[in-house]
């Protein structure tokens, strides 16, 4: 929080530093006027007009152009959008060896995400109700359903950023999240938290760090687990960054960039950390439309090389493209689970109504 909060009030701090210390009497302030007066005193005492005030501009010209130049040189220094990318000797941030690959499936383990009676209720409101998926390696798997039908709650419990009511959830057939009870107390939360780096999250609304660069929000889960060397880590995400096309923009803050290339640098830092299973959390709702493709493009991409993907998204056509199943979900249940060939071929009535008004490609 102490970065936010430097960021926030450093800009006017030093306003009002700069305040006092004009109203006080540690500065002292050179302008043409009081050039000119000077200048103005001494032609009345040795008569030399001319060579007097060509003196003056002399000096006013000289002192102007040297702070001018002094400070347009501090402006560009700190400007980080005018940053060359550095890449340093003997890196090749371009080689697409240096891409991370996530961490290999254990053999013959089963689902690699199974959701087994999920429930989740908020002040006695049920949102979510004995929800079951089961995510097979390398299935591309679109959440699809009305607003409030309970697909963010989901994928928010997958990757335990909810506490679960009631069900289990299992990663690699290992146990990731689940409720013991004994006796007659009340049920206690169990997660075996090693399975969280086997689980890459985007969100719909960016969550980057804004006190980091680009580059360092991609090294900062990383670095703090140890996965490589920090040389190894930065020629890694370098080749995130040219894989997601935002390569030149490596050096320059969340604020300095569109919706759809926050979302990208989102989905490369995702990345970063090799994540077996990768859950995307309506990506593209936040952005312009068009911005939505830049990222549409990116998540069809990584599909195409078989990561494992849980994708909430509005976006229709997209999800008949690159999914190999289709669950749709109404009022915190689910409704079907088939193949985009199933539902395009309106063998549920349900779907059928709910796409009526979509042109599918």
Not at 91 to 108: F, K, M, Q, T, Y
Not at 338 to 360: C, E, I, T, Y
């Given at each position: 929080?102490?970065?936010q909060?430097l960021?926030?009030?450093?800009?006017?701090?030093?306003?009002?530093?700069i305040s006092?210390v004009?109203?006080?009497s540690l500065?002292s302030?050179?302008?043409?006027?009081e050039?000119?007066?000077?200048?103005?005193?001494l032609?009345s005492?040795?008569f030399l007009v001319?060579?007097?005030?060509?003196?003056?501009?002399?000096?006013?010209v000289?002192?102007v152009?040297?702070?001018?130049f002094?400070?347009?040189?501090?402006e560009v220094?700190?400007?980080v959008?005018?940053r060359?990318?550095?890449?340093?000797?003997?890196?090749?941030v371009?080689d697409?060896s240096?891409?991370p690959?996530?961490?290999p499936l254990p053999a013959?383990t089963?689902?690699a995400?199974q959701?087994?009676?999920l429930h989740?209720?908020?002040?006695n409101?049920?949102?979510?109700?004995?929800?079951?998926?089961?995510?097979q390696?390398?299935?591309?798997?679109?959440?699809?359903?009305p607003?409030g039908?309970g697909?963010?709650?989901?994928i928010r419990?997958?990757?335990?950023?909810?506490?679960?009511?009631?069900?289990?959830?299992?990663v690699?057939?290992?146990?990731?999240?689940?409720l013991?009870?004994?006796?007659?107390?009340?049920p206690r939360?169990?997660?075996h938290?090693?399975h969280?780096?086997?689980?890459?999250?985007?969100?719909?609304?960016?969550?980057?760090?804004?006190?980091?660069?680009v580059?360092?929000?991609?090294l900062l889960?990383?670095?703090?687990h140890?996965?490589?060397?920090?040389?190894?880590?930065?020629?890694?995400a370098f080749?995130?960054l040219h894989?997601v096309g935002?390569?030149?923009?490596a050096?320059?803050?969340?604020q300095?960039l569109?919706?759809g290339?926050?979302?990208?640098v989102?989905?490369a830092r995702?990345?970063?950390?090799?994540?077996q299973?990768?859950?995307?959390?309506?990506?593209?709702?936040a952005?312009?439309?068009?911005?939505?493709?830049?990222?549409?493009?990116?998540?069809?991409?990584?599909?195409q090389e078989?990561?494992t993907?849980?994708?909430?998204?509005?976006?229709?056509?997209?999800?008949f493209?690159?999914?190999d199943?289709?669950?749709?979900m109404?009022?915190?249940?689910v409704?079907?689970?088939?193949?985009?060939?199933?539902?395009?071929?309106?063998q549920h009535?349900?779907?059928?109504?709910?796409?009526?008004?979509?042109?599918?490609a």
């Amino acid at each position: 929080m102490i970065p936010q909060a430097l960021r926030v009030a450093l800009p006017s701090l030093t306003n009002e530093f700069i305040s006092i210390v004009k109203l006080s009497s540690l500065v002292s302030v050179i302008s043409l006027t009081e050039i000119l007066m000077v200048g103005q005193r001494l032609y009345s005492q040795n008569f030399l007009v001319m060579e007097t005030m060509a003196a003056v501009a002399f000096y006013y010209v000289l002192i102007v152009t040297v702070f001018d130049f002094l400070l347009k040189r501090l402006e560009v220094f700190l400007d980080v959008g005018q940053r060359k990318l550095r890449k340093a000797p003997g890196v090749e941030v371009l080689d697409g060896s240096a891409v991370p690959r996530p961490r290999p499936l254990p053999a013959g383990t089963g689902p690699a995400l199974q959701a087994t009676r999920l429930h989740k209720a908020y002040n006695n409101i049920e949102v979510l109700g004995a929800v079951s998926l089961a995510i097979q390696p390398g299935e591309v798997v679109s959440v699809i359903g009305p607003s409030g039908s309970g697909k963010t709650t989901l994928i928010r419990l997958l990757n335990g950023l909810e506490r679960i009511d009631n069900g289990d959830i299992k990663v690699n057939g290992q146990p990731f999240i689940h409720l013991t009870r004994q006796g007659a107390q009340k049920p206690r939360l169990v997660e075996h938290s090693k399975h969280r780096l086997n689980i890459g999250m985007v969100f719909q609304s960016f969550n980057l760090f804004p006190h980091l660069s680009v580059l360092d929000n991609l090294l900062l889960a990383p670095r703090y687990h140890r996965l490589a060397p920090t040389a190894e880590l930065r020629q890694q995400a370098f080749a995130l960054l040219h894989k997601v096309g935002m390569l030149e923009h490596a050096y320059k803050y969340p604020q300095q960039l569109s919706g759809g290339q926050q979302q990208r640098v989102a989905i490369a830092r995702a990345l970063m950390m090799r994540p077996q299973i990768m859950l995307f959390d309506e990506p593209t709702s936040a952005l312009d439309p068009e911005k939505v493709n830049e990222v549409l493009q990116v998540m069809e991409a990584l599909a195409q090389e078989g990561i494992t993907m849980v994708i909430v998204t509005h976006e229709m056509n997209f999800a008949f493209k690159v999914s190999d199943r289709i669950v749709f979900m109404e009022k915190g249940r689910v409704v079907c689970d088939d193949a985009p060939a199933a539902l395009r071929a309106g063998q549920h009535a349900r779907v059928q109504d709910f796409l009526k008004d979509v042109s599918l490609a």
